[in-house]
């Protein structure tokens, strides 16, 4: 379960540093839709843990022209 944990606030981390915001819910209001899942896309990635959910997603970003 650590592992789990762990590997969940990387990607948070890791996903943030690169151009994709996330959301972390917590409390009763975070199993609104299930208790248990994951889903994965090319547009972002969210996990659902009792009490918990996580979601990032992709943002655009602009280059500044030097």
Do not use: R
């Amino acid at each position: 379960m650590k592992v789990l944990k762990y590997s969940i606030v990387a990607a948070f981390l890791l996903g943030t540093a690169a151009g994709c915001s996330s959301t972390l819910t917590v409390g009763p209001q975070a199993n609104t839709d299930g208790y248990l899942g994951a889903n994965a896309s090319t547009k972002g990635a969210s996990v659902t843990l009792p009490f918990v959910k996580g979601e990032v997603e992709a943002t655009e970003t602009s280059k500044k022209k030097k």
